[in-house]
T-cell receptor
Framework: KAGVTQTPRYLIKTRGQQVTLSCSPI?????VSWYQQTPGQGLQFLFE???????NKGNFPGRFSGRQFSNSRSEMNVSTLELGDSALYLC????????????FGSGTRLTVV | AQSVTQLDSQVPVFEEAPVELRCNYS??????LFWYVQYPNQGLQLLLK??????LVESINGFEAEFNKSQTSFHLRKPSVHISDTAEYFC??????????FGTGTRLKVLA
């Protein structure tokens, strides 16, 4: 079956702009998580959604937001982009949560210039 | 608060030699433990997981990890590595809060 699909794969944005990243989970998976990966900070948890409800949120500023739709697809939005937001953004899905083991997508590489 | 420590940032090893990648965690509650592998320009792939039961877990490609509660460790081992095992390996812990805490990763470099 198809894996976790993230679009776009690469993105270049200018400081101050906003961006929306998309994630389609594996069919049947209802839990979707987002992580930010940078060389300096490693993998940092952004948020997790299950059945359109946010169950946990990481320590990121309010500029980072997300949502999940009724078909489990998820989007994350970053407003007022800063240079430090340049990172690989990874989406992961599982049947119901962390105990199932998350399957990760290939990520969206965001570069802010 | 939970934390995960991967002490070795880089591990070079010759092909067909054994390897151990170390992972220690800190948590006051029961945890789930995972190892993920990341190849260049790709996402993370689940290698193996410990949820409960047998403390020794194995993956289909020859890796194994042993959960040691007293030492709070979950080291990853492989008796004989291949060039294709060159990648970055991440240890992660979950504890029922719907998120993983990841270690900083270990770059395994297999030398011919």
């Amino acid at each position: 079956k198809a894996g976790v699909t993230q679009t776009p794969r690469y993105l270049i944005k200018t400081r101050g702009q906003q961006v929306t990243l998309s994630c389609s989970p594996i069919s049947g998976h209802r839990s979707v998580s987002w992580y930010q990966q940078t060389p300096g900070q490693g993998l940092q948890f952004l948020f997790e959604y299950f059945s359109e409800t946010q169950r946990n949120k990481g320590n990121f500023p309010g500029r980072f937001s997300g949502r999940q739709f009724s078909n489990s697809r998820s989007e994350m939005n970053v407003s007022t982009l800063e240079l430090g937001d340049s990172a690989l953004y990874l989406c992961a899905s599982s049947l119901a949560g962390e105990g199932d083991g998350y399957t990760f997508g290939s990520g969206t590489r965001l570069t802010v210039v | 608060a939970q934390s995960v420590t991967q002490l070795d940032s880089q591990v070079p090893v010759f092909e067909e030699a054994p390897v151990e990648l170390r992972c220690n965690y800190s948590s006051s509650v029961s945890v789930y433990l995972f190892w993920y592998v990341q190849y260049p320009n790709q996402g993370l792939q689940l290698l193996l997981k410990y949820l409960s039961g047998s403390t020794l877990v194995e993956s289909i490609n020859g890796f194994e990890a042993e959960f040691n509660k007293s030492q709070t460790s979950f080291h990853l081992r492989k008796p004989s590595v291949h060039i294709s095992d060159t990648a970055e390996y991440f240890c992660a812990v979950g504890s029922g809060t719907y998120k993983y805490i990841f270690g900083t990763g270990t770059r395994l470099k297999v030398l011919a």
